[in-house]
C-alpha cells in the first residue's frame, strides 16, 4: 500500500508517429503505481502536435483505458474493428492476450485533449480473451451540486454509478471540477492505491498546493481526501485501483510476469500469431 504522498510532475514524452504528452506514471520518477502502469495526458490545440496520431501497434497482458475530454479519435484494430471517441467519450479495452490496434485523430484542426491509463491485469487473466468497451459521453452520469460537479466514468460515486465496471482492480475514476474557493472532500478504500491529476487550476490537496500537470499520490491513512480550489475552477482526476501485488516484467507495449512470457510475445507478434482471440464489443 501507498503510505506516503507525492506530487510527480508530468514528464513531456513523444510517443505514437511524434505526439506529445504529459506523462506521469510510466516514468522514472513514478515508474509504476500498481495497478497502473502509465498516464498520459495529450493536450494541444496545435494540428502538427497530433495529427499523426499512433498508427497501429500492439498490446498484451494489460487493459488501456482512454478518455476523450475534447476532440475526436478514431479506433482500429487488426481484427476489423472499429470505433469513434468524441469529446467526453471513453473505450476500455482488454488487450489480454494481444491486439493490434491504432488510434488515430478524425480532425484536422481544433483541441485534442484527453487521458490514456493502463491498468494490469493478474497473471490469471493477462491471456484471456480481448474486449472493448466503448461508450459515448451521454453514457456517463454526473453529479451536480453548487460546488462541484464529479463525472462518474469508472466504478461508482455515492449511488451513482457508471456503466463501465472493473470486476478485477476495482478501479473507480472520476472527472471532477471544483468551482474557485471551493472545497472537495472523497473517501478513497485504504486497500487501495489511489491518485488525482490535476489539469486545470490549482490549489490545495490535504494542504499541499498542487498545479496543472501534476499527479499526487495518495496516503492510505489521509481520510477523508480534501481537495481546495484556487483563484480559478479546479479539473483534475480521481482514480483508485486494488493493487495486484504479482512481479511485474514490462518491455514496451507488453506488460507480464516474467521474462520468459515477454520472450513469447515479441516471438508471436514477430511471427504474426499475435492475435489469438477476435475482441468483444460493448457499445452505448
Not at 206 to 230: E, R, W, Y
Not at 241 to 251: D, L, M, R, S, W
Request: glycine share 8%; charged share 20%.
Amino acid at each position: 500500500m501507498n503510505s506516503q504522498s507525492r506530487i510527480i510532475p508530468s514528464t513531456a514524452v513523444t510517443e505514437g508517429a511524434g505526439v506529445t504528452v504529459h506523462r506521469t506514471i510510466g516514468t522514472p520518477t513514478l515508474r509504476n503505481y500498481d495497478p497502473f502502469m502509465l498516464l498520459d495526458h495529450f493536450s494541444s490545440d496545435d494540428p502538427n502536435d497530433y495529427i499523426a496520431g499512433f498508427p497501429s501497434h500492439p498490446h498484451r497482458g494489460f487493459n488501456t483505458f482512454t478518455y476523450m475530454i475534447d476532440g475526436d479519435m478514431e479506433h482500429k484494430d487488426s481484427m476489423g474493428n472499429t470505433g469513434n471517441l468524441g469529446p467526453g467519450g471513453a473505450q476500455w479495452m482488454k488487450a489480454a492476450s494481444g491486439i493490434i490496434h491504432s488510434e488515430m485523430p478524425r480532425q484536422e484542426n481544433g483541441l485534442m485533449r484527453g487521458f490514456q491509463l493502463w491498468i494490469n491485469l493478474p497473471a490469471d487473466n493477462k491471456m484471456d480473451s480481448p474486449e472493448y468497451q466503448e461508450y459515448q459521453s451521454s453514457a456517463f452520469p454526473v453529479v451536480k451540486t453548487s460546488d462541484y460537479s464529479v463525472k462518474v466514468v469508472i466504478g461508482r460515486f455515492g449511488e451513482t454509478v457508471s456503466p463501465i465496471d472493473d470486476k478485477i482492480t476495482q478501479v473507480s475514476y472520476f472527472d471532477v471540477q471544483l468551482e474557485s474557493g471551493k472545497q472537495f472532500k472523497q473517501s478513497l478504500p485504504s486497500t487501495h492505491n489511489s491518485f488525482l491529476y490535476i489539469f486545470e487550476g490549482s490549489g490545495q490537496v490535504n494542504g499541499q498546493t498542487v498545479s496543472k500537470h501534476s499527479l499526487i499520490t495518495l496516503s492510505n491513512d489521509q481520510q477523508p481526501l480534501v481537495i481546495t480550489a484556487g483563484k480559478q475552477r479546479l479539473r483534475f482526476l480521481v482514480v483508485s485501483g486494488k493493487p495486484i501485488n504479482e512481479t511485474i516484467v514490462q518491455y514496451g507495449p507488453f506488460v507480464m510476469n516474467t521474462r520468459q512470457q515477454i520472450d513469447e510475445a515479441m516471438r508471436d507478434f514477430q511471427s504474426n500469431h499475435f492475435v489469438r482471440d477476435r475482441a468483444w464489443i460493448n457499445r452505448q
